[in-house]
């Protein structure tokens, strides 16, 4: 049997460990609460208290390739994993789930393609660092639509960013789509405007 100042120690270092190992709360890795927040006000359908979807995008126009891409945050994610848990008449995602968002944004990516199979890469340039896609989701069914010049495809993607290495929590950068044989298309990015 332990003492009792062992047991008020050990009382005393568990929530400073606990607390340590948890990085501080940004929109990157927003806290539990928040998280719990976002995911219950996508579950009600009630409107967010942040700006969701921030994004940057380039003019669509047809004739070039069309960009379009958008940043979820972890916060953004919870309120569409509520959301599409409230569409499905399922329960409310608990708290444990919601915790595998931390770290991992999304980018949304559309592109405006002569093929339908168009496949790219997508990485996000911050300081001299490449950030890679951990993970990148094709549609599977691409819009069509007409342009001069032919019929166009309209070729979406989803890349998540996350552990090990995820995007910068501040500052600037670019958002990068690579084709093998075309040049990159790059959009400036803010993360301060993620906050």
Not at 125 to 138: N, P, Q
Request: aromatic share 8%; glycine share 6%.
């Amino acid at each position: 049997m332990r003492s009792l100042p062992a047991l008020l120690a050990l009382l005393l270092i568990l929530p400073m460990a606990a607390q340590q190992s948890e990085p501080a709360a940004s929109w990157l890795f927003p806290s539990d609460a928040s998280l719990d927040a976002a995911m219950r006000a996508g579950y009600s359908g009630a409107k967010p208290s942040w700006p969701t979807l921030c994004s940057t995008t380039q003019s669509p126009r047809c004739g070039g390739d069309v960009f379009i891409a958008s940043i979820r945050t972890p916060l953004d994610r919870a309120l569409l994993v509520g959301s599409d848990a409230r569409a499905k008449f399922a329960d409310a995602p608990s708290l444990t789930s919601l915790r595998e968002l931390k770290g991992r944004p999304e980018v949304v990516v559309a592109v405006c393609s002569y093929d339908p199979e168009d496949r790219f890469a997508v990485a996000i340039e911050s300081a001299g660092e490449i950030y890679r896609a951990a993970k990148t989701s094709f549609q599977s069914s691409p819009a069509s639509m007409f342009c001069p010049g032919g019929k166009r495809w309209l070729v979406g993607a989803t890349a998540e960013f996350g552990p090990p290495k995820t995007v910068p929590t501040s500052g600037h950068g670019d958002l990068v789509v690579r084709w093998t044989a075309r040049p990159d298309v790059r959009v400036p990015l803010s993360f301060d405007a993620l906050r």
